[in-house]
C-alpha cells in the first residue's frame, strides 16, 4: 500500500470549513483513499473512503485531484466535536489486504 | 451495547506476569485485528485474523500471542508482561474485501 504524509497538527474556528490535506504521491491505480479519525483515546472511527470521484456523506467530503496525488477531507462546518487526530490511508481493495496501517495523522483543534 | 467489546478496561499489572486483552464482537465479521497505540503514536497492528483457522503476525507481534476462539472472539496474550508493553490496546473487526474497520473501545495496559 502507498505511503502518506499529512501535516502534523492543524486549527480550525468553530463553524468553518476544516479542510485536511493528504499527500498520497505513489498510489497505484487501484488503491482507494480512506479516512479515519479517532477522538481523545476512542477507538478510530471510519469516516469516508474514494477511489477517483469526489465523494460525500453525513459527515464529510472527499476531493480527490485528477492525478490521484492528494486529497483533502473537508468538515464542512466544524464544531467542538471533531477535535481529533485524522488519519489518511491508501488500501488496494483486495480481499485479504483487510488490515490497514495507520500513521500518525493530524491532530485538528476547533476554535471556539 | 457495543459491537466490539474489550475486557477489561484498564488493567495494571506487574513485570512478569501473565496477561489476556479479551474481545467480542457482534457484528458478525470474519476479520479481527489488534493494535496497540503509544501516546503521540499511530496505530500498529499486532495481530490479525481472517478467521477461525487463520492467524497472523502484524507488524509487532515479539512479546504477544493471541488466540480466535470463535468467529466473534479474539484474544490477545501477554506471556510474560514487560513496561515497554505499556500502551492503548484496539481491537477491531472488518467484513472480508472491506477497508472500513469497526474499533473497540480500547484496553489501557499499565505494567509497572
Known amino acids: 500500500d502507498a505511503k502518506t504524509t499529512q501535516p502534523t497538527s492543524m486549527d480550525c474556528a468553530e463553524g468553518r470549513a476544516a479542510n485536511l490535506p493528504c499527500n498520497h504521491s505513489?498510489?497505484?491505480?487501484?488503491?482507494?483513499v480512506y479516512w479515519y479519525r479517532q477522538i481523545h483515546s476512542q477507538g478510530p472511527q471510519y469516516i469516508i473512503h474514494g477511489l477517483k470521484n469526489n465523494e460525500t456523506n453525513e459527515m464529510a467530503s472527499l476531493i480527490i485531484t485528477e492525478d490521484r496525488k492528494s486529497s483533502t477531507l473537508i468538515l464542512p462546518h466544524a464544531t467542538l466535536r471533531d477535535t481529533a487526530v485524522y488519519y489518511c490511508i491508501v488500501r488496494l481493495p483486495l480481499r485479504g489486504n483487510e488490515k490497514l496501517t495507520f500513521g500518525t495523522g493530524t491532530r485538528l483543534t476547533i476554535i471556539p | 451495547d457495543a459491537d466490539v467489546t474489550q475486557t477489561p478496561r484498564n488493567r495494571i499489572t506487574k513485570t512478569g506476569k501473565r496477561i489476556m486483552l479479551e474481545c467480542s464482537q457482534t457484528k458478525g465479521h470474519d476479520r479481527m485485528y489488534w493494535y496497540r497505540q503509544d501516546p503521540g503514536l499511530g496505530l500498529r497492528l499486532i495481530y490479525y485474523?481472517?478467521?477461525?483457522?487463520?492467524?497472523n503476525k502484524g507488524e509487532i507481534s515479539d512479546g504477544y500471542s493471541v488466540s480466535r476462539q470463535a468467529q466473534a472472539k479474539f484474544s490477545l496474550s501477554l506471556e510474560s508482561a514487560i513496561p515497554n508493553q505499556t500502551a492503548l490496546y484496539f481491537c477491531?473487526?472488518?467484513?472480508?474485501?472491506?477497508?472500513?474497520?469497526?474499533f473497540g473501545e480500547g484496553s489501557r495496559l499499565t505494567v509497572l
Open positions: 505513489t498510489i497505484s491505480g487501484n488503491e482507494y
Open positions: 477491531a473487526t472488518s467484513a472480508a474485501g472491506t477497508g472500513e474497520l469497526f
Open positions: 485474523s481472517f478467521d477461525v483457522k487463520d492467524i
